[in-house]
Structure formats: structure tokens, C-alpha cells
């Protein structure tokens, strides 16, 4: 095997380099090189040698300077693009902000009732209208020979909330309109209450009462002594309404009623 002496170009250390090698590395410095022929001359010799390590030199300073370039314009555009999409979401962000609180600011406070004299008449026209309608259409079942009268108004319990805080689901308002009617059941004079309850009433600017009008009826079974399968809706009085339905409200709501309705003193 022929070996040929040569320095290393990056310590200045000596090489020994086998005729026939295509690349050594320095034993000092770890240095790798690779080695170049000329296709007519296939012994190793200093010109060689040396156009290679010019060449290899040459071209990791190449590299070297293209990645430091890519690196260097890759860092320049991600800063670029960062802050303009920063620049972007922020007038995006503030441009959300100022329409929300223009939004908010053009939304006016919701006013809700919390007296029964807020009800215009025409308000009242309607809930009377739709109480009727839906407590005409409950059943009863009473014995052959029976009388009943036509569902009577009888006045209004209001219940307003004493927490501001408190949402629609949970109730800011309810509204008892409150009915009865009379039945003759073998010579016995029996009477049943039953209400429609409104949630929620809401005041226009111009203090109209914003409802669907659409209630929820309240009207027990009430079931006839001594006659079985026989029945009439209602409770037994405006006093058994407060005392079942209001009552366990109390702590929630400031109870409010119509002339004539039971109110506890």
C-alpha cells in the first residue's frame, strides 16, 4: 500500500493518505476530507490533493453562506408575517370590541313590570281573552243533573323579583290572572279558582307591555266527595292559591294582588 504525506489544511497537522483512498480525516482536529482525482491521473499527487481541499473549503463556505442567507430571510419573512397578522388581529380585535360595545351601548335596558297598574288596558284586554280560552277548554266530570257556570274574573296577583339578577327562565315577573267558576252539584253549591300564569312581562319605551300572552293554566283536580270518577277543576278558593302556589314564593318575590284577592297581612 502507498502512502502518501500530506498536511491537513485546517490544523497544519501531517496526513498520511493511501494512494487509493477517496477521503481521511485528521487524527488532531477530526477534520474530514474528501479526495479528488483528475480522470486522466489516477495517482494521488499534491495537485489533487490540494484543487479538492480548495473545492471543499469553497463550497461549505457556499453552503454555509446559503443557509445563513435562507435562515436569515426565513427569520426576516415569519417576522414580517408575524406582525402583520399581529397588526391585522389586532384592528380585527378592536374593530370587534367597538362594534360589540356600540352593539351593547344601542341595546336598550330591558324594563320589566312590577306593579299591575303598569298593565295598559289593552295588555289586559288580551291576558283575559287568552284566559278564558284555555280555561273554558278544561274538562269536568260531574254527576248527571249538575250546573256549572262561565269562568269568572276575579283579579291579579303580581310577583316581581327580588333579586335583579335573576333570568328569564327562573321568572323576573309572573302574573296570576286569576278566574272562578261556580258548581251546583245535588243542591251543593261548590266553587273552584284556577289562574293562568304570564312570565316576564316587559315595558315598550312607550310602557306597553311586551308579551306573547300566552299562559300557563293552574287548575287542579278537584275531586267530589262520595262519587267516584266524579271531578271539577279549580281550587276551593283564592285563600288555597296563595296558601299552595304563593306562599313557598315569598322569599323570591314581593307578592302584589287586584282588590278582592287574599293577600297575607
Request: proline residues 2%.
Amino acid at each position: 500500500m502507498k502512502l502518501v504525506q500530506k498536511k491537513c489544511p485546517s490544523c497544519g497537522a501531517s496526513l498520511s493518505i493511501d494512494s487509493q483512498a477517496t477521503e481521511v480525516t485528521c487524527e488532531y482536529c477530526k477534520q474530514k476530507l474528501l479526495i479528488e482525482r483528475e480522470e486522466n491521473n489516477k495517482d494521488f499527487d499534491s495537485t489533487d490533493f490540494c484543487l479538492h481541499v480548495s473545492k471543499y473549503y469553497d463550497n461549505k463556505s457556499k453552503m454555509s453562506s446559503k443557509n445563513i442567507a435562507i435562515i436569515v430571510s426565513v427569520l426576516i419573512a415569519v417576522l414580517f408575517i408575524g406582525g402583520l397578522i399581529i397588526s391585522v388581529s389586532g384592528d380585527i380585535v378592536k374593530k370587534i370590541e367597538k362594534s360589540n360595545s356600540n352593539s351593547t351601548s344601542n341595546i336598550p335596558e330591558k324594563t320589566y313590570v312590577t306593579d299591575i297598574s303598569q298593565i295598559d288596558d289593552k295588555s289586559l284586554e288580551l291576558f283575559h281573552k287568552e284566559t278564558e280560552k284555555k280555561l273554558n277548554s278544561e274538562k269536568t266530570y260531574l254527576p248527571q243533573g249538575s250546573t256549572e257556570t262561565e269562568w269568572e274574573y276575579v283579579g291579579m296577583y303580581l310577583l316581581s323579583s327580588k333579586d335583579s339578577n335573576r333570568n328569564e327562565y327562573e321568572g323576573i315577573n309572573k302574573l296570576y290572572d286569576v278566574y272562578k267558576k261556580s258548581y251546583t252539584v245535588e243542591n251543593k253549591k261548590i266553587e273552584g279558582y284556577a289562574f293562568l300564569e304570564y312570565m316576564n312581562l316587559e315595558l315598550s319605551s312607550d310602557n306597553i307591555v311586551l308579551n306573547s300572552f300566552s299562559g300557563k293554566v293552574n287548575a287542579p283536580f278537584t275531586y267530589i266527595d262520595n262519587k267516584p270518577g266524579y271531578y271539577l277543576k279549580g281550587y276551593e278558593s283564592d285563600e288555597e292559591i296563595y296558601n299552595k302556589v304563593l306562599r313557598k314564593q315569598q322569599d323570591k318575590y314581593i307578592i302584589s294582588g287586584t282588590t278582592g284577592l287574599y293577600l297575607e297581612k
